[in-house]
């Protein structure tokens, strides 16, 4: 029993709370299947929290937070509530920085019968993956970091940062995933995006790209500037797989995907750092639908099957992939049978009727 | 004679030379059939320019070319043509920062007949314009500009500037588009695209346009952060009329839209600054079709529309509006007619043959 990993639950804000609660229930469901489980220590954290005690994460969160071997976030936020600067409430982008979470996976892929935004047929075989570096880029100058250069009313300056040891970091995890899925029967290929014939900061990651190609020799790779990437996200986005970019590059190319194949009902996260990865859906916490069985769980649950994969790979438990598959099957046999019909997608399914489809077929 | 506005004529290299030349033959018959003209001097510039003499521009052309009322320039680059560094020939970046050329104006629209990407038939209905800060944000940090923090092989920090002068233009150009567009039928909504719940500068730039639109109260506004915003491109983009932006912002989005509607073949562009307007297709160089009649002229005449409803503005000529408004039509109703087939969207229509087409509608 002792050996079982552990995550930290941050069930947030409005969805948040539905979607996690789905998702931890399918993630234990597909374990029990394979004889494996986890340990759950739950961490109040996010606006609601804030508004009754001050704070956005209870005492000592953040470090408990990263005592487990995952963390789980359902959504954090509410329009209502702001720090006193007027910025939303993100203990999100605390936890990115003090556990270093630069590569953030987000999978972007077409299922039968879910909204497909191109004409073009040949969409319905979009399977990628965007990473997102997560630490650094423009985010180094998140207002909560104050690294701004501000001349009040008159100018900001904000900054993009790009260091060699969060870069190399992020090419090798680049090449490593586009290796993963080769081996299991994806393309396998990798695409450097950036803008390298405008900034040195590009220039350099890519060098550092080039420089990590080295090592990897069985990856194919190719390069596209930022804005080449976006016109080819909507020309011809099944001719992609793995892309790696810079943080904002990611933010925006990210939900551009997650767009052409439903948007960010589907959106699973993964943000991984050198000892610890945390797990969430890409969507916000929509308080308008909070508790009416309205949220589509699908991000979340697949969120959860991105953390049992990473329990496997890092606590060295392939019984944790096997559940990872699992619930992968359920949901791509769910919508190819069009059994998996959420409201978002103009559907009839609640929360819990998605739920219970993906459960009784991981089951 | 001596009052006809006088227009500086970059052709560039590649097809940036066939296209410009189309371009300048369609805007002259527009004109004509107006009762209006423009004089043109040729400036030599480009890579092939750099080639031959090592200056990127012809003596004094920088300063030459500001001495008309409008630039017209095809494209410059040629992929084995750099500077000693290593990047990119380009001396358009350096007219956008001598002319302050702030406002980069990019409109989107769906032709009948034209590729659509989008499967939702409302898609068809796309009429929109990306509005691009085109002097500073990230490109304040341009490795020509030399802005840089390097430290040699370690890290790299870029910067993104937002002034309170420069987005005060920007923002006020934009309500006034958008009421232009409303006096011609358009929707004349203003969006402001940025990324204020994270960064300082697009809060910034976030309150400069709220203290514009207490000027306009006539136009509606409304926020959306740069990624979703990016999703709401696939989503609905019928939805969005005008939108303003950060520059690299909208370096990628206005890829992405021209990408909805056919890609980079009818991507114009207009950069206005405060004395001048520089004008030109978004594509480049291609320099594997050029001289082949194989480029769409497309873009590059519809950038050429944009410049005499520039000159119509700016020298109070309503003559060169309606020579503007001749060709807008004659594009239109030849894609309605689908006697417009470019060889880029799979038809059999090379330069001359599309030239030619509208030249008809047009004379
Ligand atoms: C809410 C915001 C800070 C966040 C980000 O930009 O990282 C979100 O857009 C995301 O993509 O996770
Ligand atoms: C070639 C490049 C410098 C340019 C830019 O980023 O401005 C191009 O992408 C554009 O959109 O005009």
New binding site residues.
Partial sequence: MSSDPRISLIKGDGIGVDVSEAAIVVAKAACAKCNCDFAIQTINAGAEYYRATGQDIEPDGEEKAGEAQAIFLGAI?LPSVRYPDGT?I?PH?RLRDRYGLYAGVRPVKAYPNAPQRLADPRAAGIDMVILRE?TEGL?YSAAVHDRSDVVPDTSVIDKMLVTRDISEKLHRFAFRLAQKRKSRGKAGRLTCVDKANVFKSMAFFRKIFDETAADFPDVPTSYNYVDAMALDLVRQPWAFDVMVMENIFG?IL??LAGGLVGGMGMAA?AEIGDTIGLFQP?H?SAPDIMGQDKANPLAAILSASLMLDYLADTCDLPAFADAAGLIDTAVEAGFADNALRPMEFGGDMGTKAVTSEVLSRVW
């Fill in positions: 936020g939303e993100s982008l997560s985010f933010d990210s939900d996260c890409a916000g």
